[in-house]
């Protein structure tokens, strides 16, 4: 090897003599072009997080007790795609078998550290990263980039997960001067792979926080595409502090509004009931004792279409997010999106590009406590539009759901959202 590096300096060098012109920077950069990056000391740019699928989590795993095995086909079965721990498997021994049954299932995890040091923490396959901190101020930044780098020179590729505090916190909390700054900064300063944050929006007859969280949504859609990574969220599952217990179409509200803004994860507060003053009630999709509750039901059924919706939504890029209120004339707010018309109501329509060059919509039911049936014209004919099948994925003709009224009717139960592909566009 040292003497084909010589001979590449030889070669550089008759390059000099000949092109009398250059100047020594000149020279120097012509011999590096010819030697590898390591023989100048130059380090290679550190391997990033590749995400391969949608993430459906939570929060809180279960616990590594004698059922442990039962726990993770449980989770498998009601379609989750990722196992965030930390709270059941706590030990390296128990992270160990939580890491085998995650493999065994189909699961990607997010582990926590155990106490392990950097290089011994697990890497199989199944392992997407490490847990590292929740809801950190922003004086924590500076340490937390330095643990980033040194789990990232430690475990290339590896996702090193912090998750971030949601908008309605406090600047003291944050320690910035306003949430967007608080975000702005963690990209900068930590310069994470994944953006993740926290958010339970109170859905009451008294209190209505959904605007705040999609303008939280929002936060994480800026900065997420600004420095090319994808955001997650937590939504809400349970009742706990001030928030009641979500219904399913809340629940169902939170997921297609997230992915509405581009999201590609959505994170169940909570899996497994925690004890503590906060949850006198419980509730979660599983009791702290291990029964499943209706949430466990409700929680199957929606991952079984996310699963399906997730490989399109992982080829798609958000591009316009548009919000339609019920006092608006949709027509002048859809003029960027592929609907160019659609009936009076509440929704929110979330516009991509896919990686092929098509462009989609997702159509949102804004309302968690009615249907919607919008008549929607596109801006091409509708029977060359593709509807993403929620029971397998595969691109489906549209199908009118009310053929015996003008117009292509498309029906919307409460909460939900609805992807469509368009054709690609003439060349």
């Not at 279409?305 to 316009?320: A, E, F, P, W």
Request: aromatic letters at 12%; a negative charge.
């Amino acid at each position: 090897m040292k003497i084909y590096q010589a001979m590449k300096i030889y070669q550089a060098m008759k390059i000099y003599q000949t092109m009398k012109l250059y100047s020594i920077p000149s020279f120097v950069l012509s011999i590096a072009m010819f030697l590898p990056s390591s023989s100048w000391g130059i380090a290679a740019a550190p391997q990033k997080f590749s995400q391969d699928r949608f993430a459906i989590g939570f929060w809180v795993d279960p616990p590594a007790d004698q059922n442990m095995d039962q726990h993770y086909e449980d989770i498998a079965a009601a379609n989750f795609t990722m196992v965030i721990g930390g709270f059941g498997a706590g030990t390296p021994e128990d992270v160990r078998r939580q890491v085998a049954l995650c493999e065994r299932f189909d699961l990607k995890a997010i582990v926590g550290q155990g106490g392990l040091p950097h290089d011994q923490l697990p890497a199989g396959p199944a392992v997407w990263g490490y847990k590292l901190r929740d809801e950190p101020p922003s004086q924590e930044f500076p340490s937390l980039r330095d643990t980033v780098a040194q789990i990232r020179q430690a475990r290339p590729g590896k996702l090193t997960y912090i998750n971030l505090f949601p908008n309605y916190a406090s600047d003291e909390q944050l320690g910035t001067a306003g949430y967007d700054e608080y975000v702005a900064r963690f990209m900068t300063e930590v310069n994470p792979d994944v953006l993740s944050m926290d958010h339970y929006p109170m859905m009451t007859p008294d209190e209505d926080g959904r605007n705040k969280y999609c303008s939280n949504l929002e936060v994480m859609r800026k900065y997420a595409l600004r420095h090319d990574i994808p955001f997650w969220n937590y939504f809400n599952t349970m009742p706990f502090g001030p928030h009641g217990d979500p219904t399913e179409a809340q629940i169902k509200w939170q997921v297609y509004t997230s992915i509405a803004y581009g999201a590609r994860g959505v994170l169940y507060f909570c899996y497994w009931t925690p004890r503590g003053h906060e949850f006198p009630k419980g509730g979660a999709i599983i009791t702290a004792e291990g029964r499943k509750t209706r949430h466990y039901d409700q929680a199957k059924r929606i991952n079984h279409d996310l699963k399906n919706l997730g490989k399109t939504v992982m080829q798609l890029t958000s591009t316009h997010v548009v919000r339609i209120t019920p006092d608006t004339d949709p027509e002048g707010l859809l003029q960027q999106s592929p609907l160019s018309q659609l009936t009076m109501g509440d929704y929110l329509v979330g516009v991509f590009a896919h990686q092929d060059g098509r462009q989609a919509v997702l159509l949102n039911n804004y309302s968690f406590a009615y249907t919607a049936w919008p008549t929607v014209k596109f801006r091409v004919p509708h029977n060359q539009i593709r509807e993403i099948s929620k029971t397998d994925g595969s691109e489906i003709e549209v199908i009118d759901d009310s053929p015996d009224m003008e117009g292509l009717q498309l029906s919307l139960d409460s909460g939900e959202g609805r992807l469509f592909l368009l054709p690609k566009p003439a060349q």
